[in-house]
């Protein structure tokens, strides 16, 4: 199944920040070694709670496929759980069902990720089922067929019944001319189709091996006693063949604003999304991520965002307005604005007054107390998710997926807070140019039919 990469950070929570960082594990306790097999492994302590999650992230995603392949990271994700020589079917889910635990898995562009969450006495047999099925999958053709239809029936529930997925498909497609993130993660139906047993071995057999993996532990353990755990399961199996470095095909220059439109008559109130290509936390200049994020959360953040505050609140001309930024892909990504007219209200207004308050930011640049203020609400977001086991286990799990550091993650408050309010105009200007971006338009049909 395929769930969204982004960080599970919760922005309601009330308590006091000073507090969940004492009660909340720190970063000088996290703890990293890697196994002679090249399986990097980090250790959360947090003994909150007794439950421990434990996740494996494959460094391959949607975007790593060979062309004309689309879907098969997915469709791999789905065959993980066919069974291997030692644990057949069925057999982890039904242990995890028993002892009353959790477990899911998700694919993005980027990596593939399986997770458990359980009490701590079940951690060495997690270990044991994800350390046998990294090499250990047993694929037979009687699976292979089965589960594609299964893939196949999951893109008719997930994309081809909504008209907001299509036209997000579209306009990834369109906004993305050369990058492989210009294909939807589930996969082009057409190419599904033809997924065969031999395309998901050779998938597995070229990215499923513990030096293409990181392993994350965080929970009610001790970093020692994960250790041993960890050379007995995953220290057991062979390192596979090395990877070559993750350059995929970069975007040529643009210069052209291109517009996406799907009318369908199932959509009943009009909206639009307007997107850039913007570079991510891996690979943006110094400083320039950390301020496209806190442009983010100024023009679209919430309810205290300038686009909320002078579309929704003020003139009252839209019924929702805001931003995102994903700085945690690998390669560049996406800052997007999006808006949904009010009423009598038209979806033109309210596209011309979300560029005119880009325009307004990019001439007069923000203020220090708007800057302050978002400064304050994203970092606070950054310490509540310590209060959640899984999305400490998802931030340095994405993040070292991606080529980065422990130190990264313990450096990212400091660096929002050194940000500068020149930098947050500077990056509007450079990024939010109007004449080279990708607009989507989802509107009613034409005759209105419903």
Known sequence: ?????????TMGAMMCAGAWAQAAPSEAEVVSFTL?????????????????????WYKVGSADEQPGKSGIAHFLEHLMFKGTARHPAGEMDRVIAEIGGYTNAFTTKDVTVYHQTVPPDYLDEMMDFEADRMRGLVLTEDVIG???????????????????????????????QNHPYRLPTIGWLHEMEQLNRADAVAFYDRYYAPNNAVLVVAGDVEP??????????YGQVPRGPDLPPRIRPAEPHYDTARRVTLRDPRVSVPSFAKGWITPTYRMAEPGEAEALDLLSEILGGGLRSRLYQELVVKS???????ASYDGGAYDPSSFTLFGVPQGEHSLEEVEAAIDAEVARLVRDGVTAEELDAAKMRYVRSLIFARDEQSSMADIYGSRLANDGTIADVAEWPD???AVTSEQVQAVAAKYLDPSVSVTGYLLPSDNGAQ
Do not use: K
Not at 37 to 54: F, K, S, W, Y
Not at 316 to 322: E, F, N, P, T, Y
């Open 1 to 9: 199944m395929i769930l969204r990469s982004a960080l599970a950070l």
């Open 36 to 56: 002679e097999n090249g399986l990097e492994v980090v250790v959360i302590p947090d003994r909150r709670a007794p439950i421990v999650t434990h996740m494996v």
């Open 146 to 176: 089965a589960e594609r239809d299964v893939v196949i029936e999951e893109r008719n529930q997930r994309v081809d019944v909504s008209p907001q997925a299509l036209l997000a498909e579209e306009t990834a497609a369109t906004a993305y």
């Open 224 to 233: 020692d006693d994960v250790r041993t755990l960890a050379q007995a399961t």
């Open 316 to 322: 009252g001309i839209a019924s929702g307005a805001g």
């Open 415 to 417: 660096r929002i807070r």
